[in-house]
């Protein structure tokens, strides 16, 4: 078997179960590897540490797999976490809620595979090569195990760039094309989800629980729901009956949806209203107009895709959440998030109070959020901890 060995001294995250090693770690490649191929990593001495997937053309080397020396890393393995990981979602699946991620990349010992699903279908994400190297026995795994009536492909060509792979060509992996909509469930609320065309891999299923919490404290409040998507936020407020709910996004596809999901569920006795504009500039419109809400919801897209983004994405979250302050009611709510994998729960809390500072308000953090059951973040991969959010109350 090929294999790297690592500089001295930098076997220590690979002994403590990190998946990644970076190609600055390794101090010689032994064979001729190509990508996706199945390596063994050694330390300084030779000795083995662990099995993974290479890939020279991205700064993760290494995708960590294994780290039994006497297990072979073939099809039934490979079988066998696909397996785990539905069977560790089977009980997120009830007649209140029929869409959810399936598989979590690193979370599940799968690096660079997600899979969502969306009741009868399945939308993968295939973001590395090891991955796409065994593409079919996930295909046939996943067919045996859900039985969908197809799985779609919504594979990220960014991110399959930073893997010197090609971009993926899309389209229906297995079964059947989706609709162009697709009715699914969660916590009792109908969406239509448009997985060939929508946002991600179709809809955030990240924030269900989130959606929910929030609108625990919607009943008769007036609510901004921003960047708003199809609706997620903005529909659980209606459902918990708010006086009011107004839904700015930038996306026409995404408010076409959401009007869709409104009339699916016959909220129609909520007055509702939404505003295709940038969130920024319709926040400084809102301003100037003296609106006010009780209830505002930030749920922007990532501003900060890696570290050296760090500097200019705090700025942003703070500009961001600074306007909205300024637009609540006295006491009012915001409930704020990032979904910024570099920026963490304490600096996020520390972002809201320069906000606050610039805003001249007050502001006391009443709840925290996470990312759900189905996201989950292995205790050797905190990177894996992308979403995070505070409900924070103003004055």
Not at 208 to 220: I, Q, S, T
Not at 271 to 278: A, K, W
């Amino acid at each position: 078997m090929d294999s790297v060995r690592l500089k001295k001294g930098k076997e220590k995250a690979v002994r403590q179960l990190h998946p990644w090693v970076f190609s600055g770690a390794i101090d010689h490649v032994k064979g001729k590897p190509e990508n996706g191929d199945i390596i063994m990593v050694t330390d300084s001495n030779n000795d083995f540490l662990a099995y993974g997937f290479f890939n020279d053309q991205s700064r993760v080397a290494v995708r960590l797999l294994e780290w039994n020396l006497e297990t072979e890393i073939n099809e039934t393995w490979w079988r066998k976490k696909i397996r785990n990981a539905v069977k560790l979602r089977a009980d997120l699946h009830t007649d209140q809620t029929n869409t959810y991620r399936v598989i979590f990349s690193e979370a599940d010992y799968l690096p660079g595979l997600i899979v969502d699903r969306y009741a009868d279908f399945l939308s993968v994400q295939i973001l590395t090569s090891g991955v796409e190297r065994i593409k079919h026995i996930l295909l046939d795994e996943l067919q045996s195990l859900l039985n969908p009536k197809g799985i779609f492909d919504r594979s990220d060509a960014s991110a399959r760039a930073h893997e010197g792979m090609e971009a993926s060509s899309g389209g229906v992996l297995l079964g059947i094309e989706p609709p162009e909509f697709v009715s699914v469930r969660e916590n009792g609320i109908f969406y239509q989800v448009n997985i060939a065309e929508g946002q991600k891999s179709g809809f955030y299923c990240d924030q269900r629980d989130n959606r929910k919490w929030v609108a625990e404290y919607a009943k008769g409040r007036k609510v901004l729901d921003c960047f708003s998507y199809s609706g997620g936020f903005s529909l659980n407020a209606m459902k918990n009956e708010a006086s009011e709910v107004i839904s700015v996004d930038s996306s026409a596809l995404a408010l076409d949806t959401l009007k869709r999901n409104i009339e699916i569920n016959d909220f129609h006795n909520i007055p509702h209203s939404q505003i295709q504009s940038d969130v920024n500039k319709q926040l400084r419109v809102f301003r100037e107009e003296n609106e006010k809400f009780d209830i505002i919801i930030l749920d922007p897209p990532k501003y900060a895709p890696s570290r050296s983004a760090l500097t200019k994405a705090s700025r942003a979250y703070k500009d961001l959440n600074r306007m909205a302050m300024l637009l609540l009611n006295e006491g009012g709510l915001l409930a704020t998030f990032s979904c910024s994998g570099a920026v963490d729960i304490s600096m996020f809390k520390q972002i809201i109070a320069w906000a606050a500072l610039d805003a001249g308000k007050n502001v006391q953090f009443i709840q925290q959020f996470s990312q759900p059951a189905d996201h989950p973040v292995r205790s050797s991969f905190p990177e894996g901890e992308y979403l995070k959010g505070l409900l924070c109350r103003i004055s």
